[in-house]
């Protein structure tokens, strides 16, 4: 029965990592929400390409980035599927290269509220489904992380490394702070991976460029970063709280 399956809600689940979560889940049995921001045609063509495969799958709209888009998000899977077992914070975004001190503050603000204040609200919303706290079933949450946290990201986007040191702090406390409640929280802490966030921060040639630098001398592919996190997800990881798994070549 349809209703006997477990759910999955991706953030930014539409293009990239994202999206390889969402086509490995829902191979593996879990009815998914699929969320973007305003690419409605990749998102719909995912949507299509797994209902084609026999998945059960929707796409839902909204920005991470405003607590009203966090919340019709989560309140749009409530109504398609009744529960939530799986929740994966991805949605991310970069910005165009630059040093610390050529940062405005709308960069600066834009930057932690879609990274680090949206990656909060989506797991206030999941633990308040989730946790057996108020009266959940318990469940997995999986926060996608960057090696950026430890790497810095100097010349390029140190903001978005520290966006991303604030997910590995949250993930940690978030673990401990719901261990007794059913619900483990991991992070992803991928490398170089090739997707189009690259370009999106001007950069479409980043993959290229840096691929020699890497210890296996290529980027890590999306797949590669969502085997990982369906692996954290799933009961095999049942005493697997708080880690952050480097999926990032050696990097
Ligand atoms: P991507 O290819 O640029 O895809 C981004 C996805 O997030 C899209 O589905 C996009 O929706 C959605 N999105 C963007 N802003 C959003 C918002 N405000 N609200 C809701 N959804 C939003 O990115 P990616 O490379 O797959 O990255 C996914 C995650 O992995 C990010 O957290 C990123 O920081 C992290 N990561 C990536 C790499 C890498 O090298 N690729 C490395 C380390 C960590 P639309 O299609 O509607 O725009």
């Given at each position: 029965m349809s209703a006997d399956r477990k759910t999955l809600l991706v953030t930014?689940?539409?293009?990239?990592i994202g999206a390889a979560i969402c086509r490995q889940a829902s191979e593996a049995g879990y009815r998914v929400a699929v969320n973007y921001v305003s690419n409605q045609s990749a998102a719909d063509a995912l949507v299509a390409e797994l209902k084609g495969a026999g998945g059960d799958a929707f796409a839902v709209k909204g920005d991470v980035g405003h607590e009203a888009g966090v919340i019709a998000i989560f309140e749009a899977v409530d109504q398609a599927?009744?529960?939530?077992d799986a929740f994966v914070n991805n949605a991310g975004i970069v910005d165009a290269k630059a040093r610390v001190d050529e940062m405005s503050v709308a960069r600066l603000e834009r930057m932690m509220r879609i990274n680090v204040v949206g990656s909060f609200l989506c797991a206030r919303e999941a633990v308040k489904r989730m946790s057996t706290r108020h009266g959940g079933q318990g469940g997995a949450i999986v926060n996608i992380s960057s090696a950026a946290a430890r790497l810095g990201s100097p010349g390029e986007y140190v903001d978005y490394a520290a966006s991303k040191g604030a997910i590995d702090t949250m993930t940690v406390g978030l673990a401990r702070e719901v261990a007794l409640e059913g619900i483990r929280v991991n992070a992803i802490s991928p490398g170089?991976?090739?997707?189009?966030i690259h370009a999106s921060g001007g950069q479409p040639d980043r993959v290229a460029r840096m691929q020699d630098l890497l210890p296996m001398k290529r980027a890590g592919t999306a797949d590669e970063v969502a085997g990982a996190v369906l692996y954290l997800l799933s009961?095999?990881?049942?005493?697997?709280?708080g880690a952050i798994l480097t999926v990032s070549g050696g990097r």
């Open positions: 930014g689940g539409s293009r990239g599927f009744g529960r939530l170089i991976t090739d997707t189009e009961d095999a990881a049942s005493y697997i709280t």
